[in-house]
């Protein structure tokens, strides 16, 4: 995909005491692009995604965001200036109705920069985004109490959350982790709509039938290593690659 790149890792490492989680991982992704990242457990997935947001910082390399190094800063610096994750654990205020889970962000300086200040009740934009996302208005189901919420709704709501900051780069660790098929299928089309939109993601996913259906490019991750990088098809012919999903047999449309 030509275009300017949003960002660059260079040379990423990372130990956990004597455990190299992350090995010297390099990649670009361009404005607009979506980026699927792909590995078995234990590849290093998540790791290199809290090196990017500012959750651990790595021994050695670089991230470069717009022009700027941002290597080490912290999450919510990162956060402001628009790379945006969800989390394959939700980290919600479950004592709270499910809306309100939505004000911090929505109060955030960088929303309000982006929005020239105030834009109208906090409350109704957080209902609204919430509808956008599947939660039914008429059922009421913005204001229950999120720990009372399906497993569906809580990653919805995870989603909803990062959305609400106006990312312009979107990372999705796992936001099909749990669902159930019909959850998933209902999601899928929201992600679909970002990316239509010009939003630049990666996602990090086992369920690789419904990511291969939407990414542009895979990155693969093995023991803490880039072992392949292309499209779906490029990536799942590869010999490291068949190896490490040990000859697993992944449907790839289009």
Do not use: C, W
Request: hydrophobic share 40%; no cysteine.
């Amino acid at each position: 995909m030509e275009g300017e790149a949003i960002l660059r890792v260079e040379r990423l490492n990372k130990y956990f005491g004597g455990v190299q989680a992350v090995f010297d991982v390099s990649f670009s992704l361009q404005k607009g692009e979506f980026l699927g990242m792909i590995g078995p457990n234990g590849s290093g997935k998540t790791t290199l995604v809290n090196l990017i947001t500012g959750f651990v910082k790595p021994d050695s390399g670089k991230v470069i965001y717009q022009g700027e190094e941002i290597t080490g800063k912290k999450p919510y610096t990162i956060a402001g200036l628009g790379i945006v994750r969800t989390f394959q654990m939700v980290r919600l205020f479950y004592n709270l109705p499910a809306y309100k889970n939505l004000i911090i962000p929505l109060s955030s300086s960088r929303v309000k920069k982006l929005r020239g200040g105030e834009y109208g009740e906090r409350d109704d934009v957080a209902v609204d985004l919430l509808d956008d996302m599947g939660f039914e208005r008429d059922s009421f189901v913005p204001y229950k109490l999120a720990g009372s919420l399906p497993h569906g709704y809580l990653k919805r709501l995870d989603l909803a959350r990062a959305m609400a900051l106006r990312p312009d780069l979107l990372i999705l660790d796992e936001l099909f982790s749990g669902m159930a098929m019909s959850e998933v299928a209902s999601t899928l089309p929201l992600i679909e709509k970002f990316h239509e939109e010009g939003l630049t993601i990666i996602m990090i996913e086992h369920r690789l039938k419904e990511l291969f259906r939407v990414v542009d490019r895979v990155l693969v991750l093995n023991y803490g290593q880039k072992i392949a990088e292309g499209t779906p098809q490029e990536v799942m012919n590869t010999e490291s690659v068949k190896k490490a999903y040990l000859g697993i047999d992944v449907e790839i449309s289009g």
